[in-house]
């Protein structure tokens, strides 16, 4: 077998990224998002600044099926972005950075996110 039937690096589909990797990159991915989201929140200020006209015409965008799915992303990513920030001010002082502990805690930032962003949207409706 001639070498150049080889990839010359890991690639994506041999090598899977580590949680901890995948979270980091995530992590980023939720603050771009939540900057995006915040026009989304100046849109919706101004329009209620603006009457009620403009209110309902962005309650009904934001209303809509597509809305209410970009709501719920900006949701997650709120809740993510805040628990993994938390992780992060931990390691800050020390604690966490054993592998195990890096481990389960990324693990709990994903399930406490997730169950936040349920119950804020079951709250909400």
């Known amino acids: 077998m001639s070498s150049s039937h080889r990839p010359l690096s890991p690639h994506l589909q041999i090598y899977r990224l580590p949680l901890l990797a995948v979270m980091s990159i995530t992590h980023r991915i939720a603050g771009v998002a939540l900057a995006i989201g915040l026009l989304l929140l100046a849109w ?3 329009a209620l600044a603006a009457g009620p006209g403009a209110y309902g015409a962005v309650q009904a965008v934001l209303g809509s099926l597509i809305g209410r799915v970009v709501m719920l992303g900006f949701t ?5 972005h805040l628990f993994n920030g938390l992780r992060h001010l931990l390691w800050d002082i020390g604690w966490g ?9 990324g693990r709990t ?3 406490v996110a997730a169950l ?3 119950v804020t949207w079951l709250a909400a409706l």
């Open 44 to 46: 919706w200020l101004g």
């Open 116 to 118: 936040a962003t349920v």
């Open 109 to 111: 930032v994903i399930a």
């Open 76 to 80: 997650g990513a709120l809740f993510y």
């Open 97 to 105: 950075f054993e592998i195990p502990q890096a481990y389960n805690s």
